[in-house]
């Protein structure tokens, strides 16, 4: 499998639940990214890390826990998350450390509808 | 903060037309890329633009870097059904190359 895959496609969960997406990438780069996107709004970045470390949080509600364990494997843990939480939840990565290296690449996404 | 301002913010064209959209900054950017993103799917990249002045072109689409750095401009030549999908500039923002700021998109939908 090539790029970036994002499971589960879509998602429906009530406010009390617990529930992870997960976000892996097959193209050897080192720096991941968790982006929120609503209807009629800009890409909204949550997080970022780099070589396994977080050097983003863009001040994301502690609902949203993110997880790295290795510069292929994203994770974002969701608990006691609001209907204003639904949304599009996509992954990306990028190279880092290289001439054009910055250049982000997107997983399809997860849908969360939360209830 | 910075803000990217895309227009026009939807369109609607004939196949076979050519289309124009751009984006502008608040604030003077070093690289432009620009992704579309299909209804459901992730956005994907389209162009990287580098260097103010800077004309690159992926088949039917040409971008360009402003030479203010400060706006991009995306054509698309000769449209078909499946140039439909929502088009986004971005840039890195003031904190480094990982915080990438996103314009509000362009929805184009193109009539057979």
């Known amino acids: 499998e090539t790029g970036v895959t994002q499971t589960p496609r879509h998602l429906v969960m009530g406010m009390t639940n617990k529930k992870s997406l997960k976000c892996e990438q097959h193209?050897?780069?080192?720096?991941m990214y968790w982006y929120k996107q609503s209807a009629k709004k800009p890409l909204e970045l949550m997080f970022v890390y780099n070589f396994k470390e977080q050097t983003e949080n863009n001040s994301v509600p502690s609902r949203f826990s993110p997880e790295c364990p290795n510069s292929s494997h994203l994770f974002l843990h969701l608990h006691t998350l609001q209907p204003e939480d639904s949304a599009l939840y996509l992954c990306?990565?990028?190279?880092?450390?290289?001439?054009?290296?910055?250049?982000?690449?997107f997983g399809p996404g997860t849908r969360l509808l939360v209830l | 903060g910075q803000q990217l301002n895309q227009s026009p913010q939807s369109m609607f064209i004939q196949e076979g037309e050519d289309v124009s959209m751009n984006c502008t900054s608040s604030s003077i950017f070093n690289t432009w890329l620009w992704y579309k993103q299909d209804p459901g799917e992730g956005p994907v990249l389209l162009i990287a633009l580098y260097k103010a002045g800077e004309l690159t072109s992926n088949g039917r689409l040409t971008a360009q870097f402003g030479i203010t750095r400060k706006d991009s401009f995306l054509n698309i030549s000769a449209s078909i059904p499946s140039d439909v999908g929502i088009y986004f500039c971005?840039?890195?923002?003031?904190?480094?190359?990982?915080?990438?700021?996103f314009g509000t998109g362009t929805r184009l939908k193109v009539l057979a």
């Open positions: 193209l050897g780069h080192n720096a």
């Open positions: 990306a990565s990028s190279q880092e450390g290289v001439a054009g290296g910055e250049t982000q690449y």
């Open positions: 971005a840039g890195p923002g003031t904190s480094g190359t990982y915080k990438y700021i």
